[in-house]
């Protein structure tokens, strides 16, 4: 979802920045996909406040970063991106 509101941007060329709102927004939804997956995942397991706390943090990070590489690839690969 993310990527389909950054390339409709490229699209149509009025990408200047990111809408801080927008990252704003995507931050809470972030933090409950990591907590939902460490529950899954770890359900089973009693996880310390601090070590479940880094974990998530360390997710949505890690997200962030990934958004970073898919949003410098829609500028890098010819023809644009594909968005499902």
Sequence with gaps: MAYSFIASHVRYQ???????LFL???LPIRIGEWYLL??????????GRGTAGALIAGGVITSFVLDVV???ALFVLPG?????
């Excluded at 009025?14 to 801080?20: E, G």
């Design 14 to 20: 009025t990408f200047h920045k990111i809408d801080p």
């Design 80 to 84: 644009g991106a594909w968005i499902c």
């Design 70 to 72: 898919g949003i410098w």
């Design 24 to 26: 704003a927004l995507l």
């Design 38 to 47: 460490l529950r899954w995942v770890y359900g089973n397991f009693q996880l």
